[in-house]
């Protein structure tokens, strides 16, 4: 899909989408209740309904009623053997990986081509520790074996989806277990996050000193009713045009919320009133937003950029590439990016999606103050698909064609 985005003032109300990554926590946690819960406040991007369809596929069974899900859980230690289809989800993917290894069965995970190019490394080298299958053919990964109880030590520096995926699966085991993870800890925010909604459903675990995790055995998920909260990351791309202009109001958001993204209202300001350096590896989400006010505003240094490699496209790279097009220079290093102070203008030519639902959001922000076209705007339904029409409730003119 194309769209155009015509110079409009954005204006109005709106209330914050739900938070995609709780949602996929509160989801997977129903799932391993026995019991039914519910869950409110459910939005049908295509990364939840990824989760959704893994959970039916490990014998869970649910019923979607508006935003609320109603789930009836199961003990993965009973699954069936069964294909799992993640889409191009990589929290559904990692996140599932351990619930999978709790039956001994045979489970076979599908994905994207990005998606599975993605690193899986900290499974790997657990499950070859563990003698359990993990082959992944860039395909699909197969796994047969039961997780063990113990110690786990874990890098910092790569996803916290690792992290996340053995929490949900460890507190089922019989024994304790514990997870170091060796400094820098990166993306820290989202295991407080995991750990928030294990305890709604019952599940404790608790950081025993400042970089290892203690996971007591023998627990059981309670089904519960919930509901997920606003979602800092998507909210920051309509905060975004308060700083060009707009007059946004954004309803929904928890102010006692553990998302990292939240601090995006920091760092809009620095990037408002000068060129500062900001560190986002607690925040990487936000680095397409950030790139783009940047390059409407004064320009920035971004450190902790590294993993914005591994994300649905090289989002670096990929901003940079679209940022040229309004006349601002980037330049892209291993873990750092620096966006250019320019004379910013509208875009040369029509802007490019790859694929990747922030680099779109993040573009059409821009967009609002120049008008333009962006191609491959469909990735927005990855995590919103109702995006466009929230900005013309917003007063922002948006025309949809099909991509010729």
Known sequence: MRVKIDPSVPKGTITAPPSKSMAHRLLICSGLASGTSVVHGIAPSHDVLATLDCLSSLGASYIVDNDTVTITGINPASSPAAELYCRESGSTLRFFVPVCLMSGNEYTLHGSDTLLKRPMSVYEDICREQDIMFQNDGASIRLAGCLKAGKYRVKGNISSQFISGLLFALPLLESDSTITIAPPIESCSYINLTIHALSQFGVEVKWSDERTLYIKGGQRYAPREVSVEGDYSNAAFFAAMNFMGGDVNIDGLSEESLQGDRVYARFFDMLSRGTPTVHISDCPDLGPVLFALSACKNGGVFTGTARLKIKESDRAAAMAQELEKFGVSVRVDDDSVVVYPADFHAPTEPLLGHND????????????????????????AKSMPDFFEALQSLGIKVTKYADN
């Open 357 to 380: 639902h922030r680099i779109v959001m993040a573009l059409s922000v821009m967009l609002t103050l120049t008008g333009g076209e962006i191609c491959g705007s469909e990735a927005v």
